[in-house]
Nanobody, 126 residues
Framework: QVQLVETGGGLVQAGGSLRLSCAAS????????MGWFRQAPGKEREFVAG???????YYADSVKGRFTISRDNAKNTAYLQMISLKPEDTSVYYC????????????????????WGQGTQVTISS
């Protein structure tokens, strides 16, 4: 089993920044992939960013150039640095872990991931 705990959410004004963290514990492997998804009220969960064991990164078009995903394998932690935040970024953000690596297509699919965190709320005010 793997447990994921997200932290760092909050309320910020448009144009501001936040950094989300996802601490993994349990039977993790540095060869796995980690991802961030988000879900706004009344909408489906959508891919935000993913990172492989070799630090290859993938992003949704809506966040490219504004969000950066990274990981620290020594700390079993993934991060999502978000800048230039917009009201439409308001969502619950979920961290996910998959035991195997992935390509651009695979990393963007929720079904690729085996474990999920409980989510952290990000609210951007205009």
């Amino acid at each position: 089993q793997v447990q994921l705990v997200e932290t760092g959410g909050g309320l910020v004004q448009a144009g501001g920044s936040l950094r989300l963290s996802c601490a993994a514990s349990g039977r993790t492997s540095s060869s796995g992939a980690m991802g961030w998804f988000r879900q706004a009220p009344g909408k489906e969960r959508e891919f935000v960013a993913g990172i492989t064991w070799s630090d290859r990164t993938y992003y949704a078009d809506s966040v490219k150039g504004r969000f950066t995903i990274s990981r620290d394998n020594a700390k079993n932690t993934a991060y999502l640095q978000m800048i230039s935040l917009k009201p439409e970024d308001t969502s619950v953000y979920y961290c996910a872990y998959g035991r195997t690596s992935c390509s651009a297509y695979g990393c963007s699919r929720a079904g690729k991931y085996d474990y999920w965190g409980q989510g952290t709320q990000v609210t951007i005010s205009s």
